[in-house]
């Protein structure tokens, strides 16, 4: 997608997120104590990027998971901006600037995805059918 169509299609603050690597701010965004079983996919692309079966609380202020739905769905760049040195997690397909991942997380992989809302689309368990995405209704089934 061009520029100008993601101007169109994103809130100003998803475009902000996205597309010039922005950062929301902590306790302040639609996900950071989001609940709800189901899905968050990728807001450009629409893959799907996190279940949340995986999200746990991090006390950080974003939605932070230990582990993605596939790990090809995200790509690592080392980022030094802010005088740190960190890795940013971007989403494969739609080039989204999707947060960070961090070595500090729970077990089984002891990662951190620390993730901008602004970033995703949540789709509720009980309308991955509709959404096309009901291949992954077994991650919620007991």
Known sequence: MSREHLK????????????????EPPFQNEFWNHKSPGVYLDIISGKPLFLSTHKFEAHCGWPSFYQPVDAEEIVEVVDTTHGMTRT?????????????????????????????????????????????LGELKSHFEK
Not at 11 to 21: A, G, I, K, M, W
Not at 104 to 129: H, K, M, Q, W
């Open 8 to 23: 169109e299609k994103l809130t100003d603050e998803q475009y902000r997120v996205v597309c010039l690597n922005g950062t």
């Open 88 to 132: 940013e997690v971007r989403s494969k397909t739609g080039d989204a600037h999707l947060g960070h991942v961090f070595p500090d997380g729970p077990a089984p992989t002891g990662l951190r995805y620390c993730i901008n809302s602004a970033s995703l689309r949540f789709v509720p368990v009980e309308e991955l059918e509709s959404e096309g």
